[in-house]
């Protein structure tokens, strides 16, 4: 089994590159067979033109040349406007694969990006044998937070750093369209509900439809959460307890379509 390892100085000669070139930010691994190192950066209004700039940052960082580069595999809701990919890759192969890399013995990867939410079922090996998405609408996704957070005036990354000092006030947030939901939050916030039953009662909300739509593959332990809400504890305490599951994940777990894309680059460009 390859060991893919993360952090430390690149000292290889050769390496290849995964880009998962999201909605809302475009993560970037470089691997040179040794380590793996990571990127992030927003995307921006010209997603193309930050992730021709931070391929350019990376290289420059490396001290290598493009031809030093044996492939890049992209992934991610922008990676066919990516002229500089080798090839492309579901993100749903690039999740799994980043997964079992983090967490080897993955059975199932709950992922809650900027645009949708997968549900990906893995065989004992790691293989992809079914999966499952929502990506008609915001719900249940990150830029369903990403609006609620605006309506609160929060940083996102605020959600699940609130302190439970209203522990005994809840609501609920009915509407799962981010549209109206962001009219019910203000709507909440004018009859003096506090910000901290706001979150939580958003946190339910994404977990309950997230439980639901994970509920239609065959669910084994360890569940592995990837994509950016994975740093937020209330978030996957929430699903936890939705799904009536441990959720398992790791502190690079945004990077894990990038991950995977590295990975899967090193086999088909190098091995």
Same mark, same amino acid.
């Given at each position: 089994?390859?060991? *893919?390892?993360?952090?430390?100085?690149?000292?290889?000669?050769?390496?290849? @590159?995964?880009? &998962?070139?999201?909605?809302?930010? @475009?993560?970037?691994?470089? *691997?040179?067979?040794?380590?793996?190192?990571?990127?992030?950066?927003?995307?921006?209004?010209?997603?193309?033109?930050?992730?021709?700039?931070?391929?350019?940052?990376?290289?420059?960082?490396?001290?290598?040349?493009? &031809?030093?580069?044996?492939?890049?595999?992209?992934?991610?809701?922008?990676? @066919?406007?990516?002229?500089?990919?080798?090839?492309?890759? %579901?993100?749903?192969?690039?999740?799994?694969? $980043?997964?079992?890399?983090?967490?080897?013995?993955?059975?199932?990867?709950?992922?809650?990006? $900027?645009?949708?939410?997968?549900?990906?079922?893995?065989?004992?090996?790691?293989?992809? %044998?079914?999966?499952?998405? +929502? &990506?008609?609408?915001?719900? $249940? %996704?990150?830029?369903?937070?990403?609006? !609620?957070?605006? !309506?609160?005036?929060? &940083?996102?990354?605020?959600? $699940?750093?609130?302190?439970?000092?209203?522990?005994?006030?809840?609501?609920? @947030?009915?509407?799962?369209?981010?549209?109206?939901?962001?009219?019910?939050?203000?709507?909440?916030? +004018?009859?003096?509900?506090?910000? %901290?039953?706001?979150?939580?009662?958003?946190?339910?909300?994404?977990?309950?439809?997230?439980?639901?739509?994970?509920?239609?593959?065959?669910?084994?332990?360890?569940?592995?959460?990837?994509?950016?809400?994975?740093? +937020? +504890?209330?978030?996957?305490? !929430?699903?936890?307890?939705?799904?009536?599951?441990?959720?398992?994940?790791?502190?690079?777990?945004? *990077?894990?379509?990038?991950?995977?894309?590295?990975?899967?680059?090193?086999?088909?460009?190098?091995?």
């Amino acid at each position: 089994m390859q060991v *893919y390892l993360t952090g430390g100085d690149t000292v290889g000669k050769q390496a290849v @590159i995964g880009m &998962d070139a999201g909605s809302t930010s @475009i993560k970037l691994t470089f *691997y040179d067979g040794e380590r793996m190192r990571h990127w992030l950066t927003p995307a921006g209004w010209a997603p193309k033109r930050a992730a021709q700039a931070l391929l350019d940052q990376v290289l420059a960082e490396e001290g290598m040349t493009d &031809d030093a580069i044996r492939g890049i595999i992209g992934t991610g809701y922008g990676r @066919i406007a990516l002229p500089f990919l080798s090839k492309t890759v %579901t993100e749903i192969a690039c999740h799994a694969k $980043g997964a079992v890399i983090l967490r080897p013995g993955t059975r199932t990867v709950i992922d809650i990006g $900027g645009q949708d939410a997968k549900a990906i079922e893995l065989s004992v090996e790691g293989k992809v %044998t079914n999966f499952i998405m +929502n &990506d008609k609408c915001a719900a $249940g %996704t990150g830029k369903f937070l990403e609006v !609620a957070s605006r !309506a609160l005036g929060l &940083d996102i990354h605020e959600f $699940g750093e609130l302190h439970a000092e209203d522990a005994g006030q809840t609501c609920r @947030i009915s509407s799962m369209c981010a549209v109206f939901a962001e009219t019910e939050i203000v709507s909440l916030l +004018n009859q003096g509900v506090s910000r %901290t039953a706001i979150v939580n009662a958003l946190h339910q909300a994404v977990a309950s439809r997230v439980a639901v739509m994970a509920a239609r593959i065959n669910l084994r332990g360890p569940i592995f959460l990837s994509g950016g809400v994975a740093s +937020n +504890n209330k978030l996957v305490a !929430a699903l936890a307890e939705a799904l009536n599951h441990e959720i398992e994940s790791h502190e690079l777990a945004p *990077y894990a379509g990038a991950i995977g894309a590295a990975a899967l680059a090193w086999e088909q460009f190098v091995l």
